[in-house]
């Protein structure tokens, strides 16, 4: 799923910041992505890029009309359809992250068809993957891996692609989950996956490449989560990392959504290698971002700083501090 | 999906033994369940029950007809639809575990709604699973497990429940796959569920019950195994079990279809364990169950007391010798 650029960024009228986040992580990520957005009456988001109608935008040279909204049911709104038809009558192609897929609204589908433009359904991959080989590819592998879900794995992810780039490695994103395909334009919600694929879908994801190019692998949910690990591990045994980095969120005491303790730092990094040499048996950590969001400055720099010393292993917070200690670790580690 | 009982097994004209191995699964675990077979001209398999025409059939009382084929496209050959809707026709219901749905034949479609008759697609369920919770459910679980795929943790948990069963014991197989589905008459096959919830479809099928209750759930895959570590992870985590016995091919050098070597016993002790408090802090190995069909009756002798005697666990292969050193241990360790 490779979805057209530049993008329009439909809000509908959503009622807060919130509920446009898919909208808001592709601009803070892509902003040149993002010629404007379309808001109806009474949105109470605003993504901070131009308000734009359909013919203006495709003028500008859009191709891709994103609904970028996250909501409970993951539904779309009946009264939204008229703007999304009038997209496609516009020349647009249409995206969501949605549970409900665009051609099973019978309007969007005769539009799609009419006008010969193309439905994005984020969620679901129409991709035949196949089992898992666990050969090993050429080309290198970076994997962010979690104490916990929502710690911050992709912004982690693409905190380290924009790094490394700028010290001049060849290195690529790849998305495991909806706003990341966003962000990145193509990738696969390998929560959305049949179990039997998952390493597969990994496999597919992070192909044989330069020996010096570097995947940046989105991680999902943690070895440690129960209701997402299976999910965790094949995506570990797919993607074959050749290093990881731990995201943690230093002030919680349970895992999200469930009862079970936040692991420690040290056993995340042992359970990983234990089953990451499976498939590499080169693996190893190289950094720690530390989720400081509800430290002030001081305890932050505290916190990041004894992180770092008990593991021995640079710490960063990608967005209070930026994860230059992790990319200087790989230059180090992995010299081309 | 609880599949209606007893049985016509419908084997086509499937050219050898090893293509109706599910249908002889379900013979060799419950033979009362199965009524008779059905098999086309030329068909080169026989599950050794009396061979039994469609009216017949309805009259013994028999209410599905299951097609007990494995093929290796999942697909219902053409040649096959009219003796389906003919069974329909004379008021059975329909199963099968082929990738290919039943309802997608429309044929078999307008047979199913003109007579009012169920069709089973084993290998896919419409239960709507929510992701796993990791809560602690009354009752006893025990989980085979393996050190690789097709080492006999299907052939295993049946076993177990038999011998429990005649120890007095209450308990309950827990198929896993599609074959374990037919031979139990329900369960999921896991493998196809989507991927987030594969921990919350295991909690589904062995649901709380009685303290004394135990659940024998049929495991998949290998932790260690590259292709499908991830469904074996999410299993047990969903299955928290409180026992497990491991299952083990001794002859074997690599894993199955891939290169990735066979992991020690021991290994996968220590793994299961250490993923498995995660749910129940009480799980503990209870046993080893060794496949030695590759092996002479001295060779396997040997093999058994030597693994378990490494292992300071009871073992036993469960065709050859029976599973009454792992059930003895289970009323040692489990006194109700």
Redesign the interface.
Known sequence: MEIDRPYLLFLGDVKDQLAAKTAQGIVDWRREWCIGQLRLPNCGADCGVPDMGLEEAGAAGVRTLVVGVANPGGVLPEHWVGTIVAGMDAGLNVATGLHQRLADVPAIASAADRNGVKLFDVRHSHEIFA?????KRAGLRLLTVGTDCSVGKKYTALALERGMREAGLDADFRATGQTGVFISGRGIA???????F???AAEWLSPEADPAHWDVVEGQGS??H??????????L??SQPDAFVVCHEPTRTTMR????PIPDIAEVID?TV??GK??NPAIRCVGLAINTAELDNAAAERCIAELGDRYALPACDPVRTGVEPIVARLMDQFPS
């Open positions: 089992t898992g080989n666990g050969n390998i929560d959305a996956v049949v179990a039997d998952i390493s597969g070895l440690f129960p209701s997402f690990a299976g999910v965790s591990l094949g995506l045994h797919g959504n469930v009862s079970a359970m234990a089953h499976l498939t």
